[in-house]
């Protein structure tokens, strides 16, 4: 029987996924560039673990009243940091 050697790719925002299959994957991500109205990406893969969130920041961009994106944001700081 032929030995198959196999990459597989993954992609999630889940990070309890990653930090469950642990040594078993490496971590990789793209960097996003934000100005008032709009989000960039570069397209270029990074090494190591993502260390920005953008999905509370999208909100505003896409027009979601500043009151809810602020309370997302004393949500996630005080009951998930």
Do not use: W
């Not at 994957?25 to 960097?31: R, T």
């Not at 960039?40 to 979601?64: E, H, M, P, V, W």
Request: aromatic residues 14%.
């Amino acid at each position: 029987m032929p030995i198959i050697i196999a990459f597989v790719y993954v992609t999630t925002h889940d990070i309890e996924l990653a930090q469950i299959l642990g040594s078993d994957i490496e971590n990789c991500h793209f960097q996003e560039f934000f100005d008032e109205t709009t989000i960039k990406f570069d397209y270029k893969i990074y090494s190591g673990k993502s260390t920005t969130r953008n999905a509370i920041k999208l909100l505003g961009i896409l027009g979601y009243d500043e009151s809810i994106v602020k309370l997302i944001i004393t949500y996630k700081f005080n009951d998930i940091c």
